[in-house]
């Protein structure tokens, strides 16, 4: 009986050793296919914009998480609040903000591009669009929100979402200077104007949730110099030649878009409730007025005075398309008033010979270069100008190179008026220092 046994439990054994050994590589076959299954998935909701280059990354665990979220979280998903709120924008639901001015209800107008206000007329459902992209290669893809190729031909976007730290981060916001797009190589490719002499790209990508430059060729106008950069705070010190620039700037050149529009946006049916809202809404100022995020410009023709006013920086300067230029410059401007609440003068509009006054606030911190300089087709004698003075207060603790009685010719020449003209400040203050930088009299302002 005993000899009849050893067979039968020799079987059982063998038969126990087997199902233990195939046990796992079943199991894990089974994960193998349930995780393509996840990327092939995820795959079919990018676009076909290159993904750029991400450096070796020691932090797993939170490449890992930032997997898993994607793996269980659509794009759709993830940016749905920013969706519907574009959504709204662009179907006529601009309307004003208590603290900001012109913005969509959630989304304040300094937290977004100005150009949606200055061309809010203008943009639809139908021609606006957004697309996902995973820009920086961490398996969950950024948002791009733009209008459709045929109403911008160098392929920018306004506006650029990130997912990181499970939260959704905007990163940056292009305007007319500053315009943002996506290079052949999926870097985020910015294409930039400091002055109306200086030109040039900035190359960056997307590292925990910020941008970093990555790459730069600038162009200084005035020098005719060309340099090169590749550090993160986007210096550039390498001199080129001009070859080497335009090489660079070509190669870094934007990218169609991919975009969807927003008529085909699937959560359409949160339009009314929002909306009606909006009709309530107090009048703001008129948005093809806008200057910046906040800040509108208005011209008397009576008096020939050109008012800014709002609250914070001034980045675009409108004005100029309107009121026209002739060889003497911006003539029609004799006046120029900066109201209280504006903080910054950006982009260098110039001024005519025929200004012979400015005003500037108490808020003010921040001159850009060139500002009221002096744009004509020729040369200018200094006794044809009428601007001798400006008062410059306290609070102002940048004024940028040739901001002041500086005259740029058609031709590039520049000239200064710096010996018949008068800086008034206060001692030890920014309006000072410039003043004794550029041989300008200054007379301090007794506190």
Same mark, same amino acid.
Not at 74 to 88: N, R, V
Not at 184 to 194: H, M, N, Q, R, V
Not at 206 to 231: A, K, R, V
């Given at each position: ?5 050893? %067979? ?51 932090? $797993? ?27 709204? *924008? ?15 209800? *959630? ?29 920086? $290669? ?7 929100? $733009? ?139 008129? %948005? ?24 914070? $920086? ?97 031709? *590039? ?35």
């Amino acid at each position: 009986m005993k000899k009849q046994l050893y %067979p039968i439990l020799l079987c059982i054994a063998v038969l126990c050793l087997t199902g233990c050994s195939t046990a796992p590589e079943a199991d894990s076959k089974q994960e193998s296919e349930t995780s393509a299954v996840i990327e092939n998935t995820e795959a079919s909701t990018l676009e076909s914009l290159p993904d750029s280059s991400s450096p070796e990354t020691d932090n $797993a665990p939170e490449t890992e998480a930032a997997t898993n979220v994607q793996n269980t979280v659509s794009p759709e998903e993830i940016y749905q609040d920013i969706l519907d709120k574009f959504y709204i *924008g662009v179907s006529g639901g601009w309307q004003p903000e208590p603290e900001t001015g012109y913005g969509i209800q *959630g989304i304040t107008a300094d937290s977004i591009s100005y150009l949606w206000v200055q061309y809010s007329d203008t943009y639809t459902p139908s021609n606006v669009g957004y697309q996902f992209t995973d820009l920086n $290669a961490d398996g969950i893809s950024e948002l791009i929100i $733009a209008p459709v190729e045929e109403f911008d031909d160098e392929h920018m976007f306004y506006e650029l979402y990130t997912y990181y730290n499970q939260k959704v981060i905007h990163l940056v916001s292009s305007g007319e200077r500053d315009r943002f797009g996506i290079d052949k190589d999926g870097l985020i490719a910015e294409f930039a104007s400091g002055s109306a002499m200086d030109y040039g790209v900035w190359c960056y990508k997307i590292y925990d949730g910020i941008l970093n430059c990555c790459e730069t060729y600038q162009s200084d106008g005035t020098l005719g110099s060309f340099l090169y950069g590749d550090s993160s705070d986007g210096t550039a010190d390498v001199s080129i030649s001009k070859e080497e620039y335009d090489s660079g700037i070509a190669a870094h050149a934007h990218v169609p878009l991919q975009l969807i529009p927003f008529s085909s946006y699937s959560n359409a049916d949160i339009l009314p409730s929002v909306t009606e809202a909006a009709t309530d809404a107090p009048a703001v100022q008129d %948005p093809a007025k806008a200057c910046g995020d906040n800040t509108f410009w208005d011209f008397d023709e009576t008096t020939g005075t050109l008012t800014i006013s709002g609250t914070g $920086a001034v980045t675009s300067s409108k004005w100029i398309e309107s009121l026209g230029t002739d060889e003497n410059g911006y003539s029609a401007i004799n006046r120029i008033v900066v109201e209280e609440g504006v903080t910054e003068l950006h982009d260098s509009p110039g001024v005519g010979i025929n200004l012979k006054e400015i005003v500037l606030p108490s808020t003010l911190v921040y001159i850009d270069d060139w500002y009221f300089g002096l744009f004509t087709d020729f040369f200018i004698e200094s006794d044809s100008v009428a601007l001798h003075e400006v008062t410059i207060p306290a609070s102002v603790t940048y004024i940028g190179e040739n901001a002041f009685n500086s005259q740029f010719c058609g031709d *590039g020449s520049v000239y200064h008026y710096y010996e018949q003209f008068t800086i008034k400040g206060y001692s030890g203050t920014a309006a000072q220092e410039y003043a004794e930088r550029n041989g300008i009299n200054f007379v301090a302002i007794e506190t």
